[in-house]
Structure formats: C-alpha cells, structure tokens
C-alpha cells in the first residue's frame, strides 16, 4: 500500500475523531477508597508454603484471604538479593534496589568500607531503651518515597501511617519517611519507636507497655497444633540433632537461664509464634490508640505489619520442617482472630487487606542433599581469602579484594591503579577464579553493570534480577552468585536465603477487599513491586516516585 497524502490522512483522523466524539461516554462508578489498607508481610514466607499447607488452614485467616481475594501464584521479589530489607522496601515504594537504596541487610559503606546496617543512624536512639550501635533508628538510607508517604502527602498530614514487626527494618522500611514504626525489643520485650519520630510514646503506647503482655509466656512451651498425622510429609527430627542450647524439636520451652524474665527470654521468644502474637496484640493497641480505619478526618489510614518469627524459624530448620509447618497454622489461626477484630472495629467492607512476604526460602542443605541435589554452604570470609590469594599471586599485591559483605566483593582500586592496572583486567581475573569455587554459579563485575551488559534485553532472568539488584554508588564491585540450593554461611546447620532463584523470589501476593478486588486466582506473573501503585490506584493518591510497577488492573473492580 502506498502512504497516504496528507490530505487524505487529515480526512481520516477528522473522521475517527468525529465518530469518537460522538460515541456516548458511559460513566463508571468507582468504588470509595477503603478506610483502612492493611499490608501483612510474613517475614520469609515461600508461596510454596502457602500453597501446600492451604488445606489446614482455618476459616478465617489465610484461606479467608486466598478464597475471598485474589490470589497470584506466580509473583516474585523481582531482585537478586532477596533478604529481608531489601524485600520490605520494595513492598511499599513500588521500586528496586537501584533505585531505593536499601541493597541489603547490611553492606559495605563505600567510604569508610565500614559495614553498615540498612536503618543504622546514630543521630537517633529508641525511646526508652538501650539503643547500641548500629541499632535500626531511621529510615534516611532509604533514598525514595513510599506510599505511606504519599498518602499522608494527599490528605495533608491527616492520614495516619503505623508500622509494627517484630524487626526495627521490618517496621521502618514499611513505614517510609513521614509513617511512624515500632519494633520489638529483645532486651526487654517491649515496643519501641524512635526519636526520629516523636521525643515520646503516646499514651496509648504507654499503657500498653505498662501491662507488660510480653511475659506471659515465661514457662510455656510450644507445642504442635495440629494432630501427628497432619505432619506426615514434613522433614524427619533426625534432620536436626539436638544442641546444648536446644532440643531442636517439639516442644519448645520459653524460660531464660538465669531464672528471671529477662533479655535472655525476650531473645528466646523471636523464633516462636509469641513473637508474631506480640506483634499483632500491639497492631492492635495502636488501631484503638490511633483510631485507624475511623479517622476523624474521613482520610483512609494505611497499617503495615511485619510479622518476623517465621522467618527465624526458617533460617534455624528449613520451609520443609514440622517447626515450619506449625509455625504457619498457628499464624494462620492468629490472623483469623486479628482480622475479625479489624473488621468489627472498622466495619466489614472498609477494609483492603494485602499479604506478601519480603523473600522465600531454600531447603536446608542437608535435606536437598538426601534429595540427590547439589547443595552446601560457602564461608564469604573463606571465599574472599583464596580470592586475595589467587590475585596475589598473580599481581604480587596482597589484599586486592579490601571488603566483603556477600554477595558484594569491594576491590581495592586505588592499589590497582597504582599497580598501572586496567580494573577490568583484574575484575575478569578475579571473576575467571570465582567461578571455579564450590558452589558459585556466576559473577558480574563493576564493568559490566556500569556498562549495562548484566541486564540488557536479551540476556537472562537472572542477569536482570542483579542488575536491578545493583546500585552503583553502594553496590560491590564483584557480584558472586551461588548455585542453586547453595548459600552464603559460614555455620553447619539451618538455612538462608539471598539468591536470585524461584524458592528465593517467588512470594505470596493476595489482595482482597470486595469492594474493590475480583477474587479468583492469577497465574499472570506479577512482583510486589506491584502491590504500591496498586494501591496507589484504589486511594487515588500519586504513586511514590521510584515507583517501577504496574496497576494489576485485571484484579480491580470497576462497578
């Protein structure tokens, strides 16, 4: 066909623009924003689990909000470094790594090659409680927005913003700049903010405080929910020999050495579900105390709850543990009965509840191994010593790599230069070395991430996952990779996460509000990067600036 002459092409778009014009437009109501949005982040929750153990769940709780909303099976922490900080920002700004800055739990600061800590800021201490350092006081390593941010920045301040888990960045990297967090103290038991925030608690923070709930589980144990046979599939006992320091299986008692109720037992209590119950009680002290969801001003009000004990029983026995799997039904039990108290207080209807988690979780080593997979462990420490080795050895300068904090190495490139070195010459010679260690899959160097040629279009999943995952000002200047159902660790027993792979990313992500959501369950892919501008969309706010995901419009009612 030959073009068309400018001319005729005026008539045609006159004639399309005419026939738009004059096609009725059909008016859609869309629903009023809820009055409360309710972000529930299972610290460390593979969708794995989720989908196995649904049969036990109760009424209430996880399978209310699997067969009431709607439910992504295949949604992803899309970013190569997937552990706990780094996942929690993601969840509310919408943004990866690269952008929002928070690249792990801790990393190397690139000037005093100190290691930092991801919500570390000795300008700030927690109100009424020791605060050392390095201690999570503020959100200023966070370098974007949030939601939450952009909720209160819509309704002028009016909207309130709280966060509560049972980790300082669990509460802060959810709770965004202008939000307001509390976190568990293990030294004591109670919840704590910071000066950051306020100078003081409130007075219904202070009450709360007052009645002391943390100790009423001294002396207790914990003890399977559920009958012997509904444990049948799980990992074997054997697989984790007793310590001096536990029994390592059923039941778990909860008591200090010392005999009195002290840090000691407040410690004791983070790999138990009294964490999460702890966390969910003073969730709600603050509704009452903040009037969440009924807002004097008639604003909507956002709630983050990080719920952190299933992921230190994850990292002490493995997703595939009976200490797991109970873990997750008495959860499940716990949201039920907090749920039901949200929706009494708020009003059913009201209320938008989203669950995700920051990061799945591998198998432990030993249980792939007894499933005829390659897994083990490699020492960051150990890596990085035969590394300086082999650089040594072949540019006769000790100590080339100056820091690690896997999976970044930092190179010493001040020596490199001043040895009349190309820095990529012993980027690719350190890289050349790594990749024949145990365990390690692939690394990328400085170079190449400067260069773009990690995440290009055309290269793998996993190339594009690190490169999100890399920001050039914080980031290392070699990226080591292990191999699937291998880890970074320096111990014998237990697991971690961190890699770039499914059992790693892939997260549960269900929304449900009928209000406002179809229910149903969504094979599409999406990430949690999603979940900000999702909700952005059903508050009418702006969504937060770094903000890379999408509005999941096939889930959204639109009359």
Not at 17 to 26: M, W
Not at 180 to 200: E, I, L, R, V
Request: aromatic share 10%.
């Amino acid at each position: 066909m030959r073009p068309l002459s400018f001319a005729a092409s005026a008539v045609l778009l006159f004639t399309i623009h005419t026939v738009q014009a004059a096609t009725p437009t059909v008016a859609v109501a869309l629903p009023a924003p809820p009055k409360l949005v309710v972000v529930l982040v299972v610290d460390g929750l593979p969708n794995e689990q989720l989908q196995r153990y649904r049969d036990q769940f109760g009424q209430g709780g996880l399978r209310r909000l699997m067969d009431q909303g709607a439910t992504f099976s295949n949604a992803h922490q899309a970013h190569g470094v997937t552990v706990t900080a780094v996942g929690h920002a993601a969840i509310l700004s919408g943004a990866y790594p690269y952008q929002h800055g928070i690249i792990g739990n801790n990393w190397i600061d690139p000037v005093t090659r100190q290691s930092v800590y991801c919500t570390e800021d000795a300008a700030y201490t927690y109100i009424g409680e020791e605060t050392k350092a390095g201690d999570g006081t503020s959100p200023n390593r966070l370098r974007v927005d949030t939601l939450g941010d952009q909720l209160r920045y819509a309704t002028g301040n009016r909207a309130k913003v709280i966060a509560v888990s049972g980790k300082d960045r669990g509460a802060i990297l959810l709770a965004g700049k202008s939000g307001t967090p509390y976190m568990y103290m293990d030294k004591t038991g109670n919840f704590a903010s910071s000066t950051f925030y306020m100078q003081q608690h409130p007075q219904w923070a202070q009450r709360y405080a007052a009645t002391k709930p943390q100790e009423r589980y001294y002396g207790k144990s914990w003890k399977p929910l559920l009958a012997d046979a509904a444990y049948a599939t799980d990992a074997p006992d054997e697989l984790y020999p007793a310590t001096p320091a536990s029994p390592n299986r059923f039941p778990f008692a909860y008591y200090s050495d010392s005999g009195d109720i002290d840090a000691g037992y407040y410690n004791r209590l983070k790999a138990s579900p009294f964490l999460d119950e702890l966390t969910l009680d003073f969730a709600r002290a603050a509704v009452e105390g903040e009037q969440l969801g009924n807002n004097p001003a008639g604003v909507p009000d956002l709630l983050g709850v990080s719920l952190s004990a299933h992921d230190y029983v994850n990292h002490a026995y493995g997703p595939e543990s009976k200490m797991s799997h109970d873990h997750l039904q008495r959860l499940d039990r716990m949201l039920a009965n907090f749920m039901s108290y949200i929706d009494r207080k708020v009003g059913a209807g009201k209320v938008l509840y989203v669950l995700t988690a920051d990061h799945g979780f591998p198998n432990t080593p030993e249980f792939a191994k007894a499933a005829h997979q390659d897994a083990g462990r490699i020492d960051g420490a150990k890596l990085t010593d035969a590394l300086n080795g082999a650089l040594a050895a072949r540019y006769g300068k000790p100590k080339l790599v100056i820091a690690q904090s896997v999976p970044n190495l930092h190179l010493d490139y001040a020596a490199i230069d001043k040895l009349g070195l190309a820095r990529a010459d012993v980027e690719h010679s350190a890289a050349q070395f790594l990749r024949t260690q145990a365990g390690v899959a692939e690394v990328f160097t400085r170079t190449q991430f400067e260069a773009g040629a990690v995440g290009n279009a055309g290269t793998t999943r996993l190339g594009v996952l690190m490169q999100r995952a890399w920001n050039r000002e914080l980031s290392g200047d070699l990226i080591v990779i292990t191999k699937p159902n291998w880890l970074f660790g320096s111990g014998s027993t237990g697991t971690s996460h961190g890699s770039p792979y499914a059992y790693d990313t892939n997260v549960p992500l269900v929304l449900s509000g009928p209000a406002w959501i179809k229910p149903g369950h969504y094979g599409q892919y999406a990430e949690t990067v999603d979940i900000a501008p999702t909700l952005a969309n059903l508050l009418r706010v702006r969504p937060p600036a770094g903000a890379e995901g999408r509005v999941l419009t096939e889930l959204l009612r639109t009359n």
